[in-house]
């Protein structure tokens, strides 16, 4: 199925400089697989959420700074073994140039010796209606008599307490995992008790149906000031 997230996080690290030998730059890929199951109800609207990491992989390139000078090359180069990582093409311009940038911020302050760890997540989605669901009982959770509704979601008063905090993140920060589109620009956005953050328009359509976060199932209360 198609990768339809990539997200990377970048970390330099410097090494001891005090050596004879020619001054190199490491740079370690690690990639991480993901596939992310959606339930949708019959509008589509998302009410389920489900993670399963596939694999995981990794490679370093190692270049010595005077190559770093010239881009083409090292473009070339990380390109090699991010196609060697089956990472899709139509990400390589993006994390290739982030990767450049923290290079030359590098060479700039004058580091002769660094490693750079880099992070990648991809991620399939997949999404599923809850209608061509079968629903097999296993004996492990029977209805109460006397309950006459459940509720699945939050309640209302729950949400608007949640929305009250919610803001706008422009520098960026992830991704949220119920669309998959990056946390910024104009959207808002809202962290629920348990820190995680998501687009506002998104965590509340989820919060209407299910009463726990979709990526660590915590359940979603706010206690109220006293």
Known sequence: METVYCGYSLNLETRNSDFSGLSTAIFNFSVKRHHQLVFVDQVG????FQDTILSESSQSLELPLCVLLWQSLCQTHMERVLDALDVHSCFWADIIRSIMHAVFL???YGHQQFDMNIDLDLATQEQVRMENIVEVSTGGYESDPNQDQVTLGVSRSTIEKLERNSC????GD??????LEELNGVDKVMEIPCSHLFHSKC???WL???DSCPLC???VEVEDPE
């Open 203 to 205: 965590i509340v359509k």
């Open 168 to 171: 706008s993140v422009w520098d």
């Open 106 to 108: 590098g060479l700039y």
């Open 208 to 210: 209407e149906r299910t």
């Open 217 to 219: 199932r915590s359940k």
């Open 45 to 48: 609207v998302p009410i389920n």
């Open 174 to 179: 992830g991704c949220c995992c119920i669309c």
